[in-house]
């Protein structure tokens, strides 16, 4: 049995499955020890004998020896008749992998004690060590089969010739890989900001370039409304626009009809006579550009979408037709109640329930009475300083007719002199009117026209307070019929059923006409509070500039009446105004004057 065994054995080679089970004897004890050479794993799982021990009993001294064929049909034959004395086994599964198997000569296995020739000639020499199997892997083509080389591809990474000289080069390197160049709309992106800084964004809006353009008829000035904002919810940071004056009445009238209860920075008045005078124009630029820059830094007004639309459209007309078109302006009648469906009756005169608005009304026509008389007496000064302006031109034009017919030098040049001086004080004036409008007077002429906008406020309050107790007298009416309906009993009972529908649809219409007017009350309280804050910075920012204006023209005039009284005073030297002409003799030769021609006459008579 044991040299039929060995046979199997040394026949292992030509067992096309990788696995191998061998029967146990009573003399040797089981090996679970699976052999593993190169990528074959050869498990020889030795149990107790799926094979009866009365046929091996039987065949065991009997059975000749065997070669590779008939252990192989012996092993199969053995396999498929197991003994019925052990309970059958379920089917094995074997899986043929596409291996090699090599024959290996094991003296530890159970087939080690073996009577045959082979089994002495094994034990005469010792036994060969196990040799792991060479894998037939290659990572890298030899040079006689080499491909040829292809067109480079930026996708794929050739390292044949890396493998080749590895060890010359040292360990290897991952190729170069070019730095990924920023897209277009990662570049004009901007950068993020803060969350503190996104909810309060800021802007800076200038005025400026104004055009005339069009016919006689049809003619007006056309300016651009340069902006640069750090809000997101414009496309760019700094964009530019055209805008004209009836653009920017529009955006007053749709900002104060969208928002009761606030005060809207409005825009100067028309001017029917002199609008394209250069001074009226300048005048009207610094108006619009401070009325644009009082909106955007309010924190409720710079959020609205008519200011996104005039700041940043391209097609200003149309977006303004669309809009009106989506949602259109409530008239200055109805505004934001006639929107609700309140009626805004006049009713009798409006009696101030609120002591604070009382005071703040009476308060607001004295300062606007006071306004008004400051702007009289500021353009009467303005007036003032450019008749001495005219005056002092005159004056110049006088010394320099005199100058030109004056004989004396010593009298026309001093003349002449005067009359750059006043020439120069005639600039001055002129200079520092401008500036007293453009800085004073126009702080002043617009906290008039705020004033203005606040009784606008003021109004729509008084209009929210006619709209409330219209809408709860109409509940009260609504109420007495039901009420009569009630009386009346089942005969009335659809028209009840509608009636009930109406007083509450009238119980909502007073309960947000009540809310309205309290949001309005409310917002003007705050909106007062910010119009008295910035009308002291406004004022004291105004009134610093127009003293600094002033010292700076009567320095400047100071210091012109010194330089001139500098050049008087150094009349005497005869440097200042008079300067004798200086005749510059020719170099002549030694021999040649009068003194050395009499010398010679003398040396000639003494001879």
């Known amino acids: 049995m044991l040299s039929e065994l060995g046979a199997c054995h040394r026949s292992a080679t030509t067992l096309a499955s990788p696995t191998l089970f061998f029967p146990s004897t009573n003399n040797t004890r089981p090996c679970r020890k699976p052999i593993r050479r190169g990528r074959t794993n050869l498990i020889m799982d030795v149990e107790e004998s799926p094979w009866a021990d009365s046929n091996q009993a039987t065949s065991q001294g009997d059975a000749p020896p065997a070669t590779g064929t008939s252990s192989n049909t012996a092993q199969a034959g053995s396999t498929s008749s197991p003994s019925a004395a052990r309970p059958s086994r379920g089917p094995r599964r074997l899986v043929a992998q596409p291996t090699r198997l090599e024959a290996v000569e094991d003296p530890l296995g159970p087939l080690s004690a073996s009577n045959d020739d082979d089994a002495g000639a094994a034990e005469a020499r010792p036994p060969a060590p196990p040799q792991k199997e060479q894998l037939v892997m290659r990572t890298t083509m030899p040079p006689q089969q080499a491909q040829p080389r292809r067109p480079a591809d930026p996708h794929r990474i050739d390292d044949d010739d890396d493998d080749l000289d590895a060890g010359s080069r040292g360990p290897r390197v991952p190729p170069p890989v070019d730095a990924a160049l920023p897209s277009s709309n990662q570049s004009g992106q901007r950068p993020s900001v803060s969350v503190e800084q996104a909810s309060k964004p800021t802007f800076h809006i200038s005025v400026g370039d104004p055009v005339k353009i069009g016919d006689l008829t049809s003619s007006h000035i056309v300016y651009s409304v340069r902006t640069k904002t750090t809000s997101r919810a414009y496309k760019q940071p700094e964009f530019e626009v055209k805008r004209r004056y009836r653009d920017f009445l529009w955006l007053y009238n749709s900002l104060h009809g969208s928002n009761p209860g606030y005060v809207v920075p409005p825009p100067p008045d028309k001017q029917a006579v002199g609008r394209f005078d250069s001074n009226f124009v300048e005048a009207r630029r610094a108006a619009l550009e401070k009325m644009l820059n009082k909106i955007t830094a309010h924190p409720t007004l710079q959020h609205d979408g008519d200011v996104k639309i005039f700041l940043e459209s391209e097609a200003f007309n149309v977006d303004v037709k669309q809009k009106e078109r989506r949602d259109p302006l409530p008239s200055e009648s109805k505004g934001v109640l006639g929107s609700l469906g309140i009626n805004v009756g006049g009713g009798s005169k409006f009696v101030e329930q609120d002591d604070w608005f009382h005071d703040r009304k009476v308060y607001l026509d004295a300062l606007e009475n006071q306004l008004r008389g400051l702007l009289k007496a500021m353009e009467t000064m303005v007036g003032q300083r450019k008749m001495m302006a005219e005056a002092a031109g005159e004056f110049s034009a006088s010394l320099h007719a005199l100058s030109t017919v004056e004989l004396s030098q010593s009298l026309s040049q001093p003349l002449d002199a005067l009359s750059d001086l006043q020439l120069t004080i005639r600039d001055v004036y002129d200079r520092q009117a401008q500036q007293d409008v453009l800085t004073f007077g126009i702080t002043i002429e617009e906290y008039i026209r705020l004033i203005g906008s606040v009784k606008q406020a003021f109004g729509q309050r008084q209009k929210g307070f006619y709209a409330w107790h219209s809408a709860e007298s109409e509940l009260q009416k609504k109420k007495a019929t039901q009420d009569k309906l009630l009386r009346q009993g089942k005969s009335q009972?659809?028209?009840?059923?509608?009636?009930?529908?109406?007083?509450?649809?009238?119980?909502?219409?007073?309960?947000?006409?009540?809310?309205?007017?309290?949001?309005?009350?409310?917002?003007?309280?705050?909106?007062?509070?910010?119009?008295?804050?910035?009308?002291?910075?406004?004022?004291?920012?105004?009134?610093?500039?127009?003293?600094?204006?002033?010292?700076?023209?009567?320095?400047?005039?100071?210091?012109?009446?010194?330089?001139?009284l500098m050049q008087l005073d150094a009349e005497d030297d005869a440097s200042a105004f008079y300067k004798p002409p200086v005749y510059q003799t020719a170099n002549k030769g030694t021999g040649d004057t009068a003194i050395d021609r009499a010398r010679a006459r003398m040396d000639e008579d003494s001879d």
């Open 493 to 564: 009972q659809d028209r009840l059923h509608q009636m009930n529908g109406e007083v509450a649809e009238a119980e909502k219409k007073v309960h947000q006409a009540r809310l309205l007017f309290e949001d309005m009350g409310r917002c003007m309280r705050a909106e007062l509070d910010r119009f008295e804050r910035e009308k002291v910075e406004d004022f004291k920012s105004g009134v610093e500039t127009f003293l600094e204006s002033a010292v700076e023209a009567q320095k400047e005039l100071i210091e012109k009446w010194e330089t001139f």
